[in-house]
Protein backbone atom coordinates (compact mmCIF):
# COMPACT_ATOMS: atom_id res chain seq x y z
CA UNK A 1 0.00 0.00 0.00
CA UNK A 2 1.38 3.41 -0.94
CA UNK A 3 1.63 5.85 1.68
CA UNK A 4 3.10 9.22 2.45
CA UNK A 5 6.42 9.69 5.28
CA UNK A 6 5.09 13.32 7.14
CA UNK A 7 7.42 15.28 9.59
CA UNK A 8 5.34 15.67 13.15
CA UNK A 9 7.26 17.36 16.03
CA UNK A 10 7.50 14.00 17.20
CA UNK A 11 9.30 12.94 14.11
CA UNK A 12 8.20 11.00 11.51
CA UNK A 13 4.42 9.37 10.72
CA UNK A 14 3.17 7.32 8.27
CA UNK A 15 0.09 8.26 6.13
CA UNK A 16 -1.32 5.32 4.11
CA UNK A 17 -3.21 6.06 0.73
CA UNK A 18 -6.03 3.47 0.83
CA UNK A 19 -6.38 3.45 -3.70
CA UNK A 20 -8.33 6.58 -3.42
CA UNK A 21 -7.04 10.43 -4.13
CA UNK A 22 -5.79 11.53 -1.28
CA UNK A 23 -4.49 15.36 -0.87
CA UNK A 24 -1.69 15.69 2.28
CA UNK A 25 -3.16 17.04 4.93
CA UNK A 26 -3.19 20.73 4.89
CA UNK A 27 -2.77 21.05 1.02
CA UNK A 28 -6.11 20.58 -0.60
CA UNK A 29 -4.94 22.03 -4.08
CA UNK A 30 -2.75 18.90 -4.32
CA UNK A 31 -3.88 15.63 -5.49
CA UNK A 32 -2.17 12.23 -5.42
CA UNK A 33 -4.15 10.12 -7.53
CA UNK A 34 -3.97 6.16 -8.48
CA UNK A 35 -2.84 5.43 -12.10
CA UNK A 36 -2.69 1.59 -12.36
CA UNK A 37 -2.20 -1.14 -9.04
CA UNK A 38 1.41 0.50 -7.61
CA UNK A 39 1.18 3.45 -9.72
CA UNK A 40 0.42 7.13 -8.72
CA UNK A 41 0.43 10.79 -10.18
CA UNK A 42 0.78 13.71 -7.97
CA UNK A 43 -1.90 16.34 -9.74
CA UNK A 44 -1.17 20.05 -8.59
CA UNK A 45 -3.22 23.66 -8.84
CA UNK A 46 -1.03 25.89 -7.87
CA UNK A 47 2.42 27.57 -8.32
CA UNK A 48 5.48 26.80 -6.48
CA UNK A 49 5.95 22.86 -6.10
CA UNK A 50 9.03 20.87 -6.28
CA UNK A 51 9.52 17.28 -6.60
CA UNK A 52 13.36 16.20 -5.38
CA UNK A 53 13.97 19.99 -5.87
CA UNK A 54 13.04 20.39 -9.58
CA UNK A 55 10.04 22.37 -9.92
CA UNK A 56 6.67 21.16 -10.87
CA UNK A 57 6.43 23.38 -14.40
CA UNK A 58 3.03 20.68 -15.72
CA UNK A 59 1.29 20.33 -13.10
CA UNK A 60 1.05 16.68 -13.02
CA UNK A 61 4.01 14.28 -12.47
CA UNK A 62 4.23 10.06 -11.95
CA UNK A 63 5.50 9.89 -8.20
CA UNK A 64 8.45 6.94 -7.83
CA UNK A 65 9.34 6.04 -4.70
CA UNK A 66 11.02 8.24 -1.84
CA UNK A 67 10.15 11.56 -3.93
CA UNK A 68 10.90 14.46 -2.01
CA UNK A 69 7.95 16.72 -2.82
CA UNK A 70 7.91 20.12 -1.47
CA UNK A 71 5.66 23.32 -1.21
CA UNK A 72 7.08 26.92 -1.43
CA UNK A 73 9.29 26.92 1.80
CA UNK A 74 7.36 24.01 4.19
CA UNK A 75 8.46 20.78 5.20
CA UNK A 76 8.88 18.09 2.63
CA UNK A 77 6.65 14.59 2.74
CA UNK A 78 7.72 12.14 1.08
CA UNK A 79 6.02 9.42 -1.18
CA UNK A 80 6.88 5.29 -0.71
CA UNK A 81 4.89 2.57 -2.49
CA UNK A 82 6.34 0.42 -0.77
CA UNK A 83 4.46 -2.53 1.08
CA UNK A 84 5.17 -4.53 4.53
CA UNK A 85 5.03 -8.52 4.24
CA UNK A 86 1.91 -9.77 6.14
CA UNK A 87 0.52 -12.87 6.52
CA UNK A 88 -3.14 -13.29 4.70
CA UNK A 89 -4.86 -15.93 3.45
CA UNK A 90 -4.15 -16.57 -0.34
CA UNK A 91 -6.58 -15.10 -2.14
CA UNK A 92 -8.36 -16.83 -5.09
CA UNK A 93 -5.37 -17.52 -8.53
CA UNK A 94 -5.38 -18.80 -11.18
CA UNK A 95 -3.48 -20.62 -11.31
CA UNK A 96 -2.39 -20.96 -7.80
CA UNK A 97 1.08 -20.56 -7.05
CA UNK A 98 3.82 -22.34 -5.94
CA UNK A 99 5.91 -21.78 -3.20
CA UNK A 100 9.68 -21.30 -4.15
CA UNK A 101 10.60 -22.75 -0.80
CA UNK A 102 9.08 -26.36 -0.70
CA UNK A 103 8.18 -25.66 -4.43
CA UNK A 104 4.86 -27.23 -3.54
CA UNK A 105 1.18 -25.31 -4.36
CA UNK A 106 -0.49 -22.88 -2.30
CA UNK A 107 -3.87 -23.53 -1.92
CA UNK A 108 -7.01 -20.74 -1.36
CA UNK A 109 -7.37 -19.30 1.72
CA UNK A 110 -4.23 -20.73 3.09
CA UNK A 111 -1.78 -18.46 5.21
CA UNK A 112 0.65 -17.10 2.97
CA UNK A 113 2.99 -14.28 2.85
CA UNK A 114 3.36 -12.28 -0.40
CA UNK A 115 7.41 -10.73 -0.96
CA UNK A 116 6.54 -7.17 -0.92
CA UNK A 117 9.98 -6.72 -3.21
CA UNK A 118 9.33 -9.78 -5.98
CA UNK A 119 5.52 -10.02 -5.34
CA UNK A 120 6.32 -14.14 -4.86
CA UNK A 121 4.08 -16.29 -2.37
CA UNK A 122 5.29 -18.09 0.32
CA UNK A 123 3.34 -20.44 2.50
CA UNK A 124 3.30 -19.65 6.06
CA UNK A 125 1.70 -22.36 8.18
CA UNK A 126 3.07 -24.03 11.46
CA UNK A 127 4.08 -27.36 9.25
CA UNK A 128 5.17 -25.10 6.53
CA UNK A 129 6.74 -21.74 7.75
CA UNK A 130 8.31 -21.17 4.32
CA UNK A 131 8.15 -17.11 4.51
CA UNK A 132 10.07 -17.27 7.91
CA UNK A 133 12.61 -20.10 7.06
CA UNK A 134 15.53 -17.89 6.35
CA UNK A 135 16.57 -14.17 7.40
CA UNK A 136 15.46 -13.14 3.73
CA UNK A 137 13.60 -13.82 0.58
CA UNK A 138 15.37 -16.88 -1.25
CA UNK A 139 14.65 -14.59 -4.75
CA UNK A 140 15.08 -11.07 -3.69
CA UNK A 141 16.92 -10.67 -0.13
CA UNK A 142 13.59 -8.78 1.41
CA UNK A 143 14.21 -9.42 4.85
CA UNK A 144 11.16 -12.25 6.05
CA UNK A 145 10.75 -10.67 9.74
CA UNK A 146 6.86 -9.70 9.89
CA UNK A 147 8.11 -6.58 12.24
CA UNK A 148 10.83 -5.57 10.25
CA UNK A 149 9.16 -2.37 9.31
CA UNK A 150 9.78 -0.04 5.84
CA UNK A 151 13.26 -0.67 4.58
CA UNK A 152 13.27 2.88 3.28
CA UNK A 153 12.37 5.59 5.53
CA UNK A 154 13.25 9.46 5.65
CA UNK A 155 15.61 9.28 8.20
CA UNK A 156 17.61 7.05 5.69
CA UNK A 157 18.69 10.31 3.34
Known amino acids: MAHLWL????GWIVVPIDGSPVSPPGQEDLRIVPVKEDEWALIVRR????????????????????????????????????????????????????????????????PSVRCPGCDVWYHETESLPCWSYTGTCGLCGQPTDLSAGYRWTPETL
Do not use: Y
Open 47 to 110: AGVTVNGWPLLSGMTLLREGDEVRVGVEEAWFFSSERLARMEALPELDPAPVCPRCKQRIEEDT
Open 7 to 10: HTDG
